[in-house]
């Protein structure tokens, strides 16, 4: 068990909606990152969060948008969803800061757009 | 740019084998870390790297930073069917101040029992 901690496991959805994929970080740790997987690919980094702000931003699409809570726990949200957007969804957590900057990856959710 | 590239893409074992996999870039990276994946599942950490030359053991695992800063291996020993998955490598490369790490596309390890 790592720590983190993301809710739903599973999620499945028609096209054209909107989700909330919910993460918690390990205990004392600031920063949280979002990652998406399709299948048989390798991890898709889409944004970090350290403390309250974004940090980093990578291939995040325009529909998607994410925040991190004063509790630090940050959520996910994806809009307007698309058949391609069927992955698994990862989030992972860092102390961040000067590190260490080993990251500790929650289950994931599956998310299946129909 | 700040590519990993991570080789074998599969390999395909008998039980007892040992195994071994890299990572290389163009780049020079200040972390190693090394993951693995089973289906379904999130990547599990199982070294950490942080000194050019470092070897670190994790059971019959051991992973070593490369001298130069642009490489890592890993080695599994005596495989067993549960090592069966997805092996990542990540590095945090050196340039760019962030804590964005970079992951390379995998090794699909495959034990027969």
């Known amino acids: 068990d790592s720590g983190v901690t993301q809710t739903p496991k599973h999620l499945i959805t028609a096209t054209g909606q909107r989700v909330t994929l919910r993460c918690s970080p390990r205990s004392g740790d600031l920063s949280v990152y979002w990652y998406q997987q399709s299948l048989d690919q390798g991890l898709q980094f889409l944004i970090q969060y350290y403390n309250g702000e974004e940090r980093a931003k990578g291939n995040i699409l325009e529909r998607f948008s994410a925040q991190q809570f004063p509790d630090l726990h940050s959520e996910l949200n994806l809009s307007s969803l698309e058949l391609g957007d069927s992955a698994l969804y990862f989030c992972a957590s860092s102390v961040g800061g000067d590190g260490p900057y080993e990251q500790y990856f929650g289950p994931g959710t599956r998310l299946t757009v129909t | 740019g700040q590519q990993l590239n991570q080789s074998p893409q599969s390999m395909f074992i008998q039980e007892g084998e040992d195994v071994s996999m890299n990572c290389t870039s163009s780049?020079?990276?200040?972390?190693w870390l090394w993951y693995k994946q089973d289906p379904g599942e999130g990547p599990v950490l199982l070294i950490a790297l942080y000194k050019a030359g470092e070897l670190t053991s994790n059971g019959r695992l051991t992973a070593q930073f490369g001298i130069t800063r642009k490489d890592s291996f890993l080695n599994i020993s005596a495989s067993i069917p549960s090592d069966v998955g997805i092996y990542f490598c990540?590095?945090?490369?050196?340039?760019?101040?962030?804590?964005?790490?970079?992951f390379g596309k995998g090794t699909k390890l495959t034990v027969n029992p």
């Open positions: 990540a590095g945090l490369p050196s340039q760019g101040g962030s804590e964005k790490l970079v």
């Open positions: 780049s020079i990276f200040n972390t």
